[in-house]
């Protein structure tokens, strides 16, 4: 039976070097001492801000290198816990960092009630007198733009003090979920046993061996079932959170609070909605062609990720995705491309899984030094997808950061996922470019296939989940398990159709989504693929302009709002446009997989 290592077990090579951000915890503690008395020194600009364009301009400068400090303090901090969630030293790290993050963030509440009250006249007459204001008028014009969802100093305060209690019901879901929740082994077929985690629930049910895949399908939930409960009331308590704080902001309703913090429009979300209903045919056919292809005649939700293509599935080791990676993204032309190798061979990237290391992927999203990887790498066609995703993710940030100052380089969330994406769909293109083989072909198709299925259509049924469960905590409902779980399943029989069997299983699946917890997040995969569709197309018929314009957009950060910002790459995401055009491509592939088969 395969073993998973512990930290101390894992290979250097193929961990990150956060030697970059600080050279050793003792540096980090340094730095927690001084970072300690900082709140005090905000508090001196207090009464300050609207004194003069010179006062206005310092205050700035310093809050942009105040910013880069912290991001590099906290992201120390939470990557070195994320290694290993049970390092009971890294959580107090932390933790520590977060009381940090909300005593500056309280120290520093009259900031944006100061800089709402400078008069319209005051301000343009400070931006003729001091010039150097001028690259800092974007993000006064977001804080003024807010004005009438900003409170008194004392309430800033006072909600900037709740920070450590409003972020407690995403950690300690967290902490179960990736520290305390353990599974029993499953076996296969021949009686081989197989360790069942977090990180290799999707392999196993990627096998080809349907009786792994039901017993690791029956034997997740099953444990997690046991803790439903728990999950529930803290999911619940994570949307009181968010009734509190809109309502605080004077809010109609959490969603509008959560997208207006980043520009976007409630329409935009739920025109995804309506589009992706309009287009649901399109997932029913691909179910029944997936049901087809298995030869079974009744398909399980343990059904939905195995390949459909017998015999296909190959095993992509780490060096291989990387050498296939920087192929396919040669495109983007000799300077993206070194950034990548720059990133393969400095350990930016923390790659394999670990006992307690935090599930899934992300980039660190700090580019100062530079962004981190993590990854759970398992050598599967997916993750070689995945190391695209992430490092389009980092390159992004890295641009922002070289490109923009502090205060303009953290691009919101709308924008987040068209760079990954629009990796991972340069990606596929390359490895379609590469083969006549129809077989090769089919399987490719497949992953392509399957990736619509779970960027637009699974993310859009969470969002809608998720939209669900905003309304009914509003409406004065708990969220209790069994709420959730006829809520959940109601929308997995709509989204995947007559031909999928719904094992009351799947209605247990809101509970070990992370997402849910990261405030109306999960929307902008399903837009941002879509658009990453849009604009990887436009890359690969334009060349040379289409790929300086994309470079422009990515070395945006939030320097304009994330509509505008995606029209310089040319997609206009207030039209249900491109979400049409990417489930159209996804149909003209089932055509070709067809043809293929």
Not at 114 to 121: D, G, H, R, S, T
Not at 143 to 155: F, G, K, V
């Amino acid at each position: 039976m395969q073993t998973i290592p512990t930290r101390d077990q894992a290979d250097p090579a193929y961990t990150w070097d956060l030697r970059d951000i600080f050279p050793s915890d003792e540096a980090w503690q340094q730095e927690y001492d001084a970072l300690s008395r900082c709140p005090a020194a905000v508090e001196q600009w207090r009464g300050k801000l609207g004194r003069s364009a010179g006062d206005l301009l310092r205050f700035f400068r310093e809050d942009d290198a105040l910013s880069v400090r912290l991001s590099k303090f906290y992201g120390y901090a939470s990557q070195r816990s994320d290694e290993d969630t049970g390092n009971a030293t890294y959580q107090d790290m932390r933790s520590k960092a977060l009381r940090v993050l909300v005593a500056i963030r309280t120290a520093s509440a009259f900031v944006v009630p100061e800089i709402i009250a400078i008069p319209e006249e005051s301000l343009r007459r400070f931006f003729v007198e001091e010039p150097g204001l001028a690259p800092y008028k974007r993000p006064i014009d977001r804080i003024r733009r807010r004005a009438p969802h900003t409170l008194s100093d004392e309430c800033e305060a006072l909600l900037a003090s709740a920070g450590e209690m409003t972020n407690a019901p995403e950690h300690i879901c967290a902490t179960f979920r990736d520290a305390d929740l353990a599974f029993p082994d499953v076996t296969d077929k021949n009686g081989v046993s197989h360790p069942l985690t977090n990180e290799t629930f999707v392999p196993l049910l990627m096998d080809a061996d349907r009786e792994l895949r039901k017993k690791a399908f029956e034997t997740y939930y099953r444990t997690l079932g046991g803790f439903k409960n728990t999950v529930a009331a803290t999911l619940d308590a994570q949307f009181k959170q968010l009734r509190f704080q809109s309502s605080a902001r004077k809010y109609a309703s959490t969603i509008e609070a959560a997208l207006d913090s980043t520009e976007v429009p409630v329409p935009v979300y739920l025109n995804l909605i309506e589009t992706v209903h309009a287009n649901l045919p399109k997932m029913y056919r691909y179910v029944a062609l997936r049901k087809k292809c298995l030869g079974t005649d009744a398909l399980h939700m343990y059904d939905v990720y195995t390949p459909i293509v017998p015999n296909a599935d190959v095993r992509i080791p780490f060096e291989e995705a990387k050498t296939t990676v920087r192929e396919a993204l040669g495109v983007l032309g000799e300077d993206y491309t070194a950034l990548l190798d720059q990133g393969f061979q400095s350990r930016w990237i923390d790659v394999y899984e670990n006992v307690g290391k935090r599930g899934g992927a992300y980039s660190s999203g700090n580019g100062y030094p530079h962004p981190y990887v993590l990854l759970n790498y398992k050598d599967l066609l997916d993750d070689m997808f995945t190391l695209a995703h992430e490092m389009g993710h980092a390159l992004h940030s890295y641009h922002s950061c070289q490109a923009q100052l502090p205060c303009n380089a953290d691009y919101v969330i709308f924008v987040a996922e068209v760079a990954s994406t629009c990796n991972e769909v340069l990606l596929m293109r390359h490895l379609l470019n590469a083969t006549e083989d129809k077989k090769t072909r089919a399987y490719l198709i497949n992953h392509f296939l399957d990736q619509f299925k779970g960027t637009v259509y699974r993310q859009t049924m969470f969002a809608e989940f998720e939209l669900k469960m905003g309304r009914l905590s509003e409406a004065g409902e708990t969220l209790t398990a069994e709420l959730l779980e006829q809520t959940y399943l109601d929308l997995n029989r709509l989204y995947f159709g007559p031909d999928m069997i719904s094992d009351d299983e799947i209605a247990l699946e809101w509970a070990r989504i992370p997402h849910f917890f990261y405030d109306y997040y999960v929307f902008q995969y399903a837009t941002g693929f879509s658009a990453a569709v849009a604009i990887a197309d436009r890359i690969l018929k334009e060349g040379a302009p289409a790929v300086a314009d994309y470079k422009r957009f990515l070395s945006g950060g939030c320097s304009a709002d994330p509509i505008a910002l995606l029209k310089i790459a040319g997609v206009d995401m207030s039209s249900p446009d491109p979400i049409n055009a990417a489930l159209a491509l996804f149909d003209s592939l089932l055509d070709e997989f067809e043809a293929c088969m």
